[in-house]
């Protein structure tokens, strides 16, 4: 029965997806219930960003019911034979480029059959107080692991309005004092300097996220990769007049990685975007806070990894472990920023979502900055 149910949900869905592609159509918000900044001037990409964390719910809830699934064993003992297979190949890791994110999984029948609805939840109304509570549902999900992701949300939120703000000035001290304050609830900040990429890449379950579900990992990253390209548009833009324009652009840029071509996906991200990626001007600006930003997501990939590697015991214990490792301020850092900046751009800047305001059209692995046609420029802070 529940299995009929999702399914009707899952056609609702596509009804109101094929609805609004249809008619190019976004319906604003009528409620008047967000004052921020953001919600008040760019309603929209607003609600894509909520969609953001509805997306990151519903792909964890699915990863939970797909391995509940009797029809699931045959997919579950394909994944453990992909990832023993990158276990033993030597260049195996995150942010590489390798082929084992093909879209087609493991789990491609559950995926086919949940990705229209998950599609359709980036075209949805939804209202903040209702999106807050929806990793509560997730059962294998501890307390601490709920509160770490809320707080991490809250703190990107703040710094989007900080940006946004005309009212701040000093946005610098803005974003500092934004930081520690974040900071100061230990147990639920992720650290402020780059974890060590043992944790991403050489934990017991890596990679069973994307290699087991690549097409839920690669909506989330596209959903991920808004959010940290508009950061960039924000800190770049000289006036008002090119920032509208540069949001209208990076949701055309969103909107082309959702897609479908060729019966599947070819767009979306086949790597985590991160700061440095996608946001070096931001990144440059407010190292710290990119950090924060960067850890975050990581963290949600391998609590991914954990809810998708089949016949863990105690999951909810393995996801409080990862969440202390990277709430750990001292432990497992990256201090070398270099050797972090060549780990992050392993895979390329196309496959993470491609630059911030587009131009990279096809994979620029290998390539030098001046074979691009939209060469990737930062500016450097001023000291």
């Not at 319906?27 to 760019?42: E, G, H, N, R, S």
């Not at 453990?80 to 030597?90: H, Q, R």
């Not at 950061?231 to 770049?236: D, G, K, R, W, Y």
């Amino acid at each position: 029965m529940i299995f009929f149910a999702r399914c009707a949900f899952i056609r609702s869905l596509v009804s109101v997806l094929v609805l609004l592609i249809g008619t190019e159509m976004w319906v604003a918000p009528a409620a008047a219930a967000d004052t921020t900044i953001l919600a008040t001037k760019y309603p929209q990409l607003q609600q894509m960003l909520l969609a953001h964390d509805v997306l990151q719910a519903r792909a964890y809830e699915e990863i939970v019911f797909t391995n509940e699934a009797p029809t699931a064993a045959i997919g579950q003992r394909m994944l453990l034979d992909k990832l023993e297979e990158l276990e033993e190949a030597e260049t195996s890791h995150y942010h590489s480029a390798g082929n084992h994110l093909s879209l087609l999984g493991p789990h491609r029948a559950f995926e086919s059959r949940i990705t229209p609805g998950l599609l359709g939840i980036v075209y949805e109304r939804h209202e903040v107080d209702q999106v807050r509570p929806l990793l509560a549902e997730i059962g294998n999900l501890p307390p601490v692991a709920l509160q770490t992701l809320q707080r991490g949300r809250e703190f990107v939120e703040q710094i989007i309005e900080i940006n946004l703000s005309p009212a701040i000035i000093d946005k610098k001290l803005a974003i500092a004092d934004a930081v520690q304050t974040y900071l100061s609830d230990d147990a639920h900040s992720v650290a402020s300097k780059p974890k060590s990429d043992e944790l991403l890449s050489d934990h017991p379950y890596a990679y069973a996220y994307p290699v087991g579900f690549p097409q839920l990992s690669g909506l989330t990253w596209a959903s991920q990769w808004l959010k940290i390209a508009l950061l960039e548009i924000v800190v770049t833009a000289t006036s008002d007049a090119q920032l509208d324009a540069d949001v209208e652009r990076v949701i055309a840029l969103y909107n082309e990685k959702l897609i479908r071509q060729h019966s599947g996906f070819v767009a979306l991200p086949a790597d985590i975007p991160t700061s440095p990626v996608i946001a070096p001007t931001f990144f440059e600006l407010y190292p710290d806070a990119a950090y924060i930003l960067d850890n975050l997501e990581l963290l949600k990939v391998v609590i991914g990894d954990v809810l998708a590697y089949p016949g863990i015991e105690n999951r909810s214990q393995a996801i409080t472990d990862v969440v202390a490792a990277y709430t750990d301020k001292r432990n497992k850092l990256m201090n070398d920023e270099m050797k972090y900046l060549l780990y992050v751009l392993r895979g390329g800047i196309y496959n993470a979502g491609g630059p911030a305001r587009g131009g990279l059209t096809w994979p620029d692995r290998n390539w030098s900055r001046e074979q691009s046609e939209n060469p990737h420029i930062s500016i450097s802070p001023q000291p």
